[in-house]
């Protein structure tokens, strides 16, 4: 497999997005004092105001959009280090075998590391996310909270 078919494209989100990356989002916003909203994975008026204040502290273009450059400088551990990439179902690659074999030392089951993002890693990525990751989405989307938890960071 290629580098090109392992990267992913960065998640922006903005006003009217929704989902686990916006959770996760929240909760970096929330850690960070930049709102004390509880995540709701809706990215609504007070999420946009919340991250146009984040950005003005990074001196970011304040429009209230979550690229790469706001991602990045959130400055958290990233799947094969790039910022604003989420792994989920379906996905394949290195970064996939890493969190697997991460997730296997750690005791954890989510399967033969085999780089393949299958119902039995979504379900061990559940069952952490529950349990020892708790300011992350719950879903089994693999953020920058439940990545380097994974690994330790």
Known sequence: MSNAAQSKSIVV??????????????YILQ???FTPDAP???????????????????????DGIVGLKTWAAMEYAWANDQ??????EGDRGKAVQLMQEAMVSKG???GVPDSVFGSKTKAAVIEFQKYGERDSNI????????W???LGD
């Open 13 to 26: 989100l903005q006003e009217g997005s929704t989902g686990p990356e916006v959770t996760d989002l929240q």
């Open 31 to 33: 850690i960070r004092n």
């Open 40 to 62: 709701d994975g809706k990215f609504g008026s007070r999420t946009k105001a919340a991250v146009i204040k984040f950005q003005q502290s990074k001196k970011l273009l304040p």
């Open 83 to 88: 910022p604003g990439t989420f792994l989920r």
């Open 108 to 110: 954890m089951n989510p």
């Open 139 to 146: 879903e089994g989307v693999v953020g920058p909270f439940t």
């Open 148 to 150: 380097g938890g994974i």
